[in-house]
């Protein structure tokens, strides 16, 4: 029979010096009738009294650099039934008391789920993400790790069960600007891990959330080798697949696709991060024009569950994603624009979905009238809007691109662009920066485009050091180290994609490359982008690499096969290329009646991509 005398949930916080956020929290447990738990390490301002002004239970506790030691000393203070875990930058959703009884009855599982969602500062969702937070209490359960302290480990291994709480959530504002700013957390997370590395140095959490806190910073060699470490050491170790994704992901930026594709393929075998590894490996192989792996990735996500990064609904809402994503590189047809339309309208915040819906509208209509049909399709949704504002963009059309803005009052960055290209620079970049630090990378090309001293320095602010210092070497004119590579061709990129062909041609004197190199390279990236100057700049620079994919890409685009077939045996002959240069290369090679030659280019494609699955069906 349960206990009258006991509640049935517990608030566990643990806090310090949170005066500033403190009361918003605490606010939003009223009403709710449970224990209020707060534990704090060590406060010098107002928290404590705060705390106790709202009627919670206060105890202290010596702060000794382990967060896993707090939270279980909350857990041990609380006397509920259930004990629920909240930070102090974070609020309990308005409805979390009308379904929390619904959610705790009659339930075994020792622990829940629920979707955690974080806003910048001016209140916009930045990610939602699954964390366990709802724990029974009783069961022994406790936290593990100084930092990055995770609590699910010792659950599953208990033998508990830990279901998804989706009508219970909670917001986050921790991640806002000025709050990262306030506890300074990469430096705290740095140096709690290093120190807890030492005190156990071959325990693989701490090698990849070393990597973690190395990637935040910029610093990708010193995060690969932390990631590296884990997949060679520790392949079965429950974070392992967490890690690849996050290798895949440098691999990626460092234009190393191949290897993307081989480290991804790891972090399919299970664990924390499979269905990351399984969405990348998709976008992955829709970048290469692999739809039938893109559809295998669709596939095995929907046979896999949610875990702590990513649940079962936005899983499901990935494989759409990737489905429609594989549809479209088939071909543009009327069954897969409205086949993503309806996705849209299930899923009206997609902006991968409304930027499919809006390519395929284009590509059946015709630029211009498309994306506007689009919006119709999409019953006037925000994110299709935003979508069409972008192709409006891209086709030179700025006026039309800020009046659509204007008219449906969604502002984004492509809008500032736009009315900065209409000449009212200073209410472009003033629109701009009130995204915050999301837009740092928007900011390097706005300031690089106009020269805007305000935009260079918002991003200088929002980055870590090498970031800054790739910014200060691009504006002296200087070529960055090759560490560095990897920034300039990310901002390279944007910049092509917003047209900005000072910012570019900035960014691409700055790669340490001889010229005609690094400019096959921008004409690659521009390809990608639909610039269409990309044909020119690789025909001013056929004899390399990155030109033979551009032109055999483009030549096979508009029939001339004979063309496509040269020049794509060359990029291919050179190794590590996309998919679709071995797809696109084979077909040249039929259509001229060379079939032995067609099937030599697949073999060495499938050599070269072992994992692609449209390789080994062709």
Same mark, same amino acid.
């Given at each position: 029979?349960?206990?009258?005398?006991?509640?049935?949930?517990?608030?566990?916080?643990?806090?310090?010096?949170?005066?500033?956020?403190?009361?918003?929290?605490?606010?939003?447990?009223?009403?709710?009738?449970?224990?209020?738990?707060?534990?704090?390490?060590?406060?010098?301002?107002?928290?404590?009294?705060?705390?106790?002004?709202?009627?919670?239970?206060?105890?202290?506790?010596?702060?000794?650099?382990?967060?896993?030691?707090?939270?279980?000393?909350?857990?041990?203070?609380?006397?509920?039934?259930?004990?629920?875990?909240?930070?102090?930058?974070?609020?309990?959703?308005?409805?979390?008391?009308?379904?929390?009884?619904?959610?705790?009855?009659?339930?075994?599982?020792?622990?829940?789920?629920?979707?955690?969602?974080?806003?910048?500062?001016?209140?916009?969702?930045?990610?939602?993400?699954?964390?366990?937070?709802?724990?029974?209490?009783?069961?022994?359960?406790?936290?593990?790790?100084?930092?990055?302290?995770?609590?699910?480990?010792?659950?599953?291994?208990?033998?508990?069960?830990?279901?998804?709480?989706?009508?219970?959530?909670?917001?986050?504002?921790?991640?806002?600007?000025?709050?990262?700013?306030?506890?300074?957390?990469?430096?705290?997370?740095?140096?709690?891990?290093?120190?807890?590395?030492?005190?156990?140095?071959?325990?693989?959490?701490?090698?990849?959330?070393?990597?973690?806190?190395?990637?935040?910073?910029?610093?990708?060699?010193?995060?690969?080798?932390?990631?590296?470490?884990?997949?060679?050491?520790?392949?079965?170790?429950?974070?392992?697949?967490?890690?690849?994704?996050?290798?895949?992901?440098?691999?990626?930026?460092?234009?190393?696709?191949?290897?993307?594709?081989?480290?991804?393929?790891?972090?399919?075998?299970?664990?924390?991060?499979?269905?990351?590894?399984?969405?990348?490996?998709?976008?992955?192989?829709?970048?290469?024009?692999?739809?039938?792996?893109?559809?295998?990735?669709?596939?095995?996500?929907?046979?896999?569950?949610?875990?702590?990064?990513?649940?079962?609904?936005?899983?499901?809402?990935?494989?759409?994603?990737?489905?429609?994503?594989?549809?479209?590189?088939?071909?543009?047809?009327?069954?897969?624009?409205?086949?993503? &339309? #309806?996705?849209?309208?299930? /899923?009206?915040?997609? !902006?991968? =979905?409304?930027?499919?819906?809006? $390519? *395929?509208?284009?590509? %059946?209509?015709?630029?211009?009238?498309?994306?506007?049909?689009?919006?119709?399709?999409?019953?006037?949704?925000?994110?299709?809007?935003?979508?069409?504002?972008?192709?409006?963009?891209?086709?030179?059309?700025?006026?039309?691109?800020?009046?659509?803005?204007?008219?449906?009052?969604?502002?984004?960055?492509?809008?500032?662009?736009?009315?900065?290209?209409?000449?009212?620079?200073?209410?472009?970049?003033?629109?701009?920066?009130?995204?915050?630090?999301?837009?740092?990378?928007?900011?390097?090309?706005?300031?690089?485009?106009?020269?805007?001293?305000?935009?260079?320095?918002?991003?200088? &602010? #929002?980055?870590?050091?090498? /970031?800054?210092?790739? !910014?200060? =070497?691009?504006?002296?004119?200087? $070529? *960055?180290?090759?560490? %560095?590579?990897?920034?300039?061709?990310?901002?390279?990129?944007?910049?092509?994609?917003?047209?900005?062909?000072?910012?570019?041609?900035?960014?691409?004197?700055?790669?340490?490359?001889?010229?005609?190199?690094?400019?096959?390279?921008?004409?690659?990236?521009?390809?990608?982008?639909?610039?269409?100057?990309?044909?020119?700049?690789?025909?001013?620079?056929?004899?390399?690499?990155?030109?033979?994919?551009?032109?055999?890409?483009?030549?096979?685009?508009?029939?001339?096969?004979?063309?496509?077939?040269?020049?794509?045996?060359?990029?291919?002959?050179?190794?590590?290329?996309?998919?679709?240069?071995?797809?696109?290369?084979?077909?040249?090679?039929?259509?001229?009646?060379?079939?032995?030659?067609?099937?030599?280019?697949?073999?060495?494609?499938?050599?070269?991509?072992?994992?692609?699955?449209?390789?080994?069906?062709?």
């Amino acid at each position: 029979m349960a206990d009258p005398e006991r509640p049935i949930l517990s608030i566990c916080m643990i806090v310090k010096n949170e005066e500033a956020v403190l009361e918003r929290a605490l606010a939003s447990t009223a009403g709710l009738g449970a224990e209020v738990v707060v534990v704090d390490t060590g406060s010098t301002d107002r928290t404590v009294a705060i705390a106790q002004a709202f009627g919670a239970s206060v105890h202290h506790f010596t702060w000794i650099s382990d967060f896993a030691a707090a939270r279980n000393f909350a857990f041990a203070c609380a006397t509920g039934t259930w004990m629920f875990v909240l930070d102090a930058d974070e609020v309990l959703a308005p409805d979390f008391g009308e379904h929390f009884a619904a959610v705790v009855k009659k339930t075994t599982a020792g622990a829940f789920r629920i979707p955690a969602t974080s806003l910048d500062d001016r209140g916009r969702v930045q990610m939602t993400l699954m964390s366990t937070r709802l724990v029974r209490n009783g069961c022994g359960y406790g936290y593990e790790g100084r930092v990055h302290e995770d609590v699910t480990s010792n659950i599953l291994r208990a033998g508990g069960t830990i279901e998804d709480a989706l009508t219970l959530s909670l917001v986050h504002h921790g991640y806002t600007a000025a709050e990262s700013a306030r506890k300074d957390r990469q430096s705290r997370n740095i140096e709690l891990l290093e120190a807890a590395h030492r005190a156990a140095p071959e325990n693989p959490r701490y090698w990849h959330y070393l990597g973690i806190e190395r990637r935040v910073q910029g610093d990708l060699a010193g995060a690969a080798a932390w990631f590296d470490r884990v997949l060679a050491k520790a392949p079965q170790h429950e974070l392992a697949a967490w890690s690849a994704s996050s290798l895949a992901d440098i691999h990626e930026l460092e234009q190393d696709f191949g290897a993307a594709w081989t480290v991804g393929k790891l972090g399919v075998r299970g664990g924390v991060g499979r269905v990351n590894c399984l969405v990348q490996l998709g976008r992955l192989a829709l970048r290469e024009g692999d739809a039938d792996s893109a559809r295998w990735c669709a596939d095995e996500i929907d046979r896999t569950p949610g875990d702590d990064l990513t649940d079962r609904a936005v899983s499901v809402e990935r494989s759409a994603e990737l489905r429609l994503g594989a549809l479209v590189e088939k071909g543009a047809s009327t069954k897969a624009r409205d086949q993503i &339309a #309806a996705a849209v309208m299930k /899923y009206p915040r997609n !902006v991968v =979905l409304a930027e499919l819906l809006v $390519k *395929v509208c284009e590509a %059946l209509v015709g630029r211009g009238k498309g994306a506007f049909d689009a919006i119709k399709r999409a019953s006037d949704a925000p994110v299709v809007v935003a979508a069409a504002m972008n192709a409006a963009y891209s086709n030179g059309a700025y006026q039309p691109c800020v009046e659509l803005g204007e008219k449906t009052g969604i502002v984004c960055e492509t809008w500032a662009f736009a009315v900065a290209r209409q000449g009212n620079r200073d209410r472009g970049r003033e629109e701009l920066l009130t995204f915050g630090d999301r837009v740092a990378a928007h900011a390097v090309i706005f300031g690089l485009a106009y020269d805007d001293e305000a935009a260079i320095a918002h991003a200088v &602010a #929002a980055y870590s050091a090498p /970031y800054a210092e790739a !910014v200060g =070497l691009v504006r002296a004119g200087a $070529k *960055v180290p090759a560490r %560095l590579v990897w920034i300039i061709a990310t901002w390279l990129k944007l910049a092509l994609s917003f047209r900005e062909e000072k910012a570019a041609t900035a960014l691409t004197r700055s790669l340490p490359w001889p010229i005609a190199e690094r400019e096959a390279f921008r004409a690659r990236l521009a390809h990608e982008v639909g610039d269409p100057t990309a044909l020119a700049r690789a025909l001013d620079h056929a004899t390399e690499l990155a030109s033979f994919e551009v032109i055999g890409l483009v030549a096979h685009a508009h029939g001339d096969f004979a063309a496509a077939a040269t020049m794509l045996r060359m990029r291919a002959n050179a190794g590590d290329a996309p998919v679709r240069v071995y797809l696109k290369g084979a077909d040249a090679l039929i259509r001229l009646g060379r079939k032995q030659d067609a099937q030599a280019l697949l073999a060495q494609g499938r050599e070269a991509r072992p994992h692609s699955k449209a390789l080994l069906a062709a």
